[in-house]
């Protein structure tokens, strides 16, 4: 009987123990520290991803205007060769 006490005496003070260092532990200054870069290098990342995103529009842009151009150009081209098959 005594021991049973004792033992549910020891498991409730061990709980408690763990409860106040698990509920007083508060960041320290190299915590907020690394969490701080770390929220720098998220901010960081999502706008270099957004810029590369730009980036890739544009140069979609500029793929579509250089592709239409080059199928200008193959048009004007069989014009020419056929009007030069005419003229000889």
Do not use: Y
Request: aromatic share 4%.
């Amino acid at each position: 009987m005594k021991r049973s006490i004792f033992l549910v005496f020891a498991v409730c003070l061990l709980l408690l123990a763990f409860m106040i260092v698990g509920c007083s532990r508060h960041p320290n200054e190299q915590e907020l520290k690394a969490l701080e870069e770390q929220k720098q290098a998220a901010v960081a990342a999502e706008t270099k991803a957004t810029d590369c995103g730009n980036e890739k529009a544009a140069l979609e842009n500029q793929l579509a205007e250089t592709t239409r151009k080059a199928e200008e150009m193959k048009q004007e081209k069989v014009a020419v060769e056929k009007r030069l098959a005419e003229w000889e």
